[in-house]
């Protein structure tokens, strides 16, 4: 089945600075990746989401990027605010029999520190 | 616009037993979803229900079943519960292809 490899689990930054978040999947099939926020006490929110024909996406402070030909995307937070303290997490659907079904990664615990 | 409710919040149950939670999709949203996210485990995909059929399935065993109503809210039904089923249990919903909007999910609890 599909893998879906996130990277790092836990990142610390401080307010201002920049982070970044990438995953790596292995169906390459696949052709839509949402990036989700997590708070605590939450369900995920859907911050971002990019498909397989745009290779960047921009929303405010917030960008996503994909390479298909690596198979991998990333998730950059730019001057970040201790209110984008959360966990974040990656997906892809793969389309076919996986159609309506999204491949999670692991999720990573971002920290901001004032 | 009302977001994806889910009930109960909570849920203790003893292995054995059967635990239904509930789910009530954004309205115009025809496609409901079911992910368990396990402590440590991420989000694994459970259920799709579309138009009230089950549309695709993911790995987990057939005690784990649900059902998408003509209002188009939704069902989980988990039978012959056991510890390792003990997680926060998400809903989401869609509408064609749109992102997926989730829920604030039930916390089902297996003592």
């Known amino acids: 089945g599909e893998n879906v490899e996130q990277h790092p689990s836990t990142l610390s930054v401080q307010e201002g600075d920049s982070a970044v978040i990438k995953c790596t999947y292995s169906?390459?099939?696949?052709?839509?990746f949402p990036w989700y926020k997590q708070e605590l006490g939450k369900g995920p929110q859907l911050i971002i989401d990019?498909?397989?024909?745009?290779g960047e996406k921009k929303d405010q402070r917030i960008a996503v990027t994909l390479n298909k030909t690596a198979k991998h995307f990333s998730l950059h937070i730019t001057e970040t605010q201790p209110e984008d303290s959360a966990v974040y997490f990656c997906a892809n659907e793969a389309g076919g029999t996986s159609y309506g079904k999204l491949t999670f990664g692991q999720g990573t615990i971002l920290t901001v520190h004032p | 616009e009302a977001g994806v409710t889910q009930s109960p919040t909570h849920l203790i149950k003893t292995r054995g037993q059967q635990a239904t939670l509930r789910c009530s999709p954004i309205?115009?949203?025809?496609?409901v979803y079911w992910y368990q996210q396990a402590l440590g485990l991420g989000l694994q995909f459970l259920l799709w229900?579309?138009?009230?059929?089950?549309?695709n399935r993911g790995n987990f065993p057939p005690r784990f079943s649900g059902r998408q109503f003509p209002n188009y809210s939704s069902e989980l039904n988990v039978n012959a519960l056991e510890l390792e089923d003990s997680a926060l249990y998400l809903c989401?919903?869609?509408?064609?292809?749109?992102?997926?909007?989730f829920g604030n999910g039930t916390r089902l609890t297996v003592t």
């Open positions: 169906d390459s099939a696949s052709n839509y």
């Open positions: 309205s115009g949203h025809t496609s």
């Open positions: 990019i498909r397989s024909n745009v």
């Open positions: 989401a919903s869609s509408l064609a292809d749109s992102p997926l909007h």
């Open positions: 229900y579309d138009e009230g059929e089950e549309r």
